[in-house]
């Protein structure tokens, strides 16, 4: 597939993903199919463990949907657009690698909503947040409503959502939407290096304690717990597994294998 809005690099087993759709890399049917199509590339690549998400410039992360596409859409478009969206975000949500999202700018709407899909998320502090859309005559509609809520609890999430206002990155810091805050110079190369970390860790172990955390929170306790058992048993006989705990009792350096 010719990517027309994403750009990816891969340096030390980590894609950087870059969204470049301007003005505001707003996103659009396209952009939704790409970023499906290129995630789903990248979850085959051996040579990747981890990704980062990014925008590009320093003023946009994502400043949300394209209002242009959608402005004259009528309900079955939308429905259609709806989908597609949500193949989008739980594409990287599900992704068997972590997913790092660099938060250049704003981060509004679709752009709030990509964040959340994201595992981890370091902001500039030049970033903003803000699900606008009750003040433009509608609701969220790419997962934010309910993935919000497992990051900030429902009265913080209903905050959020009613008012349609945007928050600074200190304050998304406190509500723990963010993992951190640096300058915007800092924010790539911050991003990078835990990204670079996570490639460093067992690659099966990563996976499925990836997995474990995804699935789990959607399931009641007991459930969640079986799940992670099972997890557990099954990379406990991984190569990966043997060698790790090897080279902690001989104090050196593990070297995985992805298996």
């Excluded at 994502?62 to 939308?78: F, K, P, R, S, Y």
């Excluded at 790092?100 to 970033?127: H, P, Q, T």
């Excluded at 913080?156 to 304050?171: H, K, P, Q, S, T």
Aim: glycine fraction near 8%; hydrophobic fraction near 45%.
């Amino acid at each position: 597939m010719d990517y027309q809005y994403l750009l990816s690099d891969i340096e030390n087993k980590v894609a950087v993903v870059t969204i470049s759709n301007a003005p505001g890399n707003k996103l659009n049917t396209q952009v939704y199919q790409e970023i499906t199509q290129l995630m789903g590339e990248l979850e085959e690549n051996h040579n990747v463990h981890v990704i980062v998400l990014t925008g590009a410039g320093d003023e946009a992360f994502v400043a949300g949907a394209d209002i242009n596409e959608i402005l004259e859409m009528d309900t079955v478009g939308m429905m259609d657009l709806t989908k597609i969206t949500r193949i989008a975000f739980s594409k990287i949500e599900n992704l068997n690698k972590p997913v790092i999202a660099a938060i250049n700018g704003v981060a509004f709407g679709g752009g709030f909503e990509l964040a959340l899909s994201c595992d981890l998320r370091i902001a500039s502090e030049k970033a903003q947040f803000s699900f606008p859309e009750i003040n433009l005559g509608v609701i969220p509609g790419g997962g934010g409503t309910q993935r919000i809520q497992k990051v900030v609890g429902q009265g913080v999430a209903n905050e959020l959502l009613y008012f349609g206002e945007a928050i600074a990155a200190d304050r998304a810091y406190q509500l723990q939407i963010v993992n951190k805050v640096v300058a915007p110079q800092e924010l790539l190369s911050t991003t990078k290096a835990w990204a670079e970390k996570l490639a460093q860790k067992a690659p099966v172990a990563l996976r499925l304690l990836k997995s474990a955390v995804r699935t789990g929170s959607n399931m009641d306790p007991e459930s969640a717990l079986t799940v992670e058992g099972a997890f557990f048993d099954g990379v406990f006989a991984t190569e990966d597994r043997k060698e790790a705990m090897t080279a902690f009792v001989e104090n050196r350096k593990a070297h995985f294998v992805g298996r």
